[in-house]
């Protein structure tokens, strides 16, 4: 099933991401001299991507399988029952959004100071955001083709 698709929407989704993982490349590099501010560029950086994420997979549940959902989560856990994303896929990608995504979101929003900056620095230099790259490329890939282009 497929309702008309948002190709401004996906285009912009696409674009956040790349500059967001952009930004994080260019931190990783200089790891050992992050500031304060370097700090919040961080956190706003992988909130952003979180975000996308979590819009995209709700985009995709929605567009090409006609379900909508109410929380975060379960457009993930819809993927996964659909066979979209593998089990290790969402394994990774739950992994993610708790360290940066929901669980993430939620601190940012309401609690700012529990922010882990040595869990920012894990990601950072595991380059665990390039993930959330390979997963937009693939919803985006079937958003395409359940449209038939």
């Given amino acids: ?10 285009h912009e989704l696409e674009k956040h991401i790349d500059r967001m993982i952009r930004i994080l490349e ?8 992050w500031s304060e501010k370097d700090f919040l560029g961080i956190e ?3 909130q952003i991507l979180a975000e996308a ?15 909508n959902v109410s929380r975060s989560r379960e457009a993930a856990d819809e993927l996964r029952k ?5 089990r290790a896929e969402h394994s ?7 360290k ?14 529990n922010v882990n900056e040595d869990i920012l620095r894990s990601l ?18 079937i958003a395409e083709q359940s449209s038939g282009e």
């Fill in 1 to 10: 099933m497929n309702t008309d698709r948002d190709p401004i929407y996906e």
């Fill in 26 to 33: 260019e931190y990783r590099i200089t790891m050992d001299e």
């Fill in 44 to 46: 706003r950086a992988f």
């Fill in 53 to 67: 994420m979590i819009g995209l997979c709700r985009y995709v549940v929605s567009q090409c399988y006609g379900l």
């Fill in 82 to 86: 659909l066979n979209v994303f593998s």
């Fill in 92 to 98: 990774e990608l739950m992994t993610i959004f708790i």
């Fill in 100 to 113: 940066t995504g929901i669980g993430f979101r939620n601190v940012l929003v309401h609690d700012y100071l």
């Fill in 124 to 141: 950072i230099r595991e380059r665990k955001y390039l993930f959330i790259a390979q997963m937009r490329d693939k919803l985006l890939q």
